[in-house]
């Protein structure tokens, strides 16, 4: 299956991407972690989009497009988008890809979300530098503060995590990615998710929408 998850920053597109990777057998690509990997790895990429990721701004269409179409065309066996299209241009340019690969997105499931409920969860989330592990302060913290459970690293709070950056990124998804949605609705069947609940809950709901279809196998379910 190829699936687009759609949603506000915060909206759990990470957690539940994970979790129908795991539960499909598909390839979670995050657009998220593949350009902080290259920014941690010093890239001329991730040099490039490191500047626009630590305000919360969108990273130009050229950098995102042309790194995961490269990431999508070695996803054979499937794969669920994680951040990705951001633009309405991007949603395009990926269609004309996987047009050209003769295939096509399968299901587009979209996050909703409120803002109040976005902002408590990315304040409050934690990382340990070392090992990568999430935490958050008040949904799911470390055995000691501050402290990561595995290695015993203090955790930090990135760059981008904060209440400034989070309502600035907000404001740039209304404007520049929820119209993504309405881009897709035009030619596909979209589902739209209440993500604001516990994510058990959350994701019980998304794979009754997914395992009809991915019982069936490969198709364009997608497609009106």
Do not use: W
């Amino acid at each position: 299956m190829r699936i687009v998850l759609l949603g506000a920053p915060g909206a759990g597109k990470g957690t539940h991407c994970k979790r129908i990777a795991d539960r499909y057998g598909l390839v979670h690509l995050s657009s998220g972690d593949i350009l902080r990997r290259e920014r941690a790895g010093g890239t001329e990429l991730g040099k490039k989009a490191q500047s626009y990721m630590d305000a919360g701004a969108l990273v130009p269409d050229d950098l995102i497009v042309e790194m995961m179409t490269g990431a999508i065309r070695q996803a054979a066996a499937g794969y669920v988008l994680d951040g990705f299209p951001r633009t309405v241009n991007q949603a395009d340019v990926l269609d004309q890809a996987l047009a050209a690969q003769g295939t096509g997105i399968d299901m587009i499931l979209n996050l909703r979300v409120d803002d109040s409920v976005v902002v408590e969860r990315i304040t409050g989330r934690r990382s340990c530098p070392q090992c990568g592990a999430v935490y958050h302060v008040k949904n799911m913290p470390p055995k000691v503060a501050d402290v990561c459970d595995r290695d015993g690293t203090p955790l930090v709070q990135r760059p981008d995590d904060t209440e400034e950056v989070v309502r600035h990124r907000l404001e740039t998804y209304y404007r520049q990615t929820e119209p993504v949605v309405d881009y897709y609705r035009a030619g596909h069947a979209v589902d739209d998710i209440d993500a604001n609940g516990d994510a058990d809950v959350v994701a019980e709901v998304i794979f009754r929408r997914v395992d009809p279809p991915a019982k069936k196998g490969p198709g364009r379910r997608g497609k009106k």
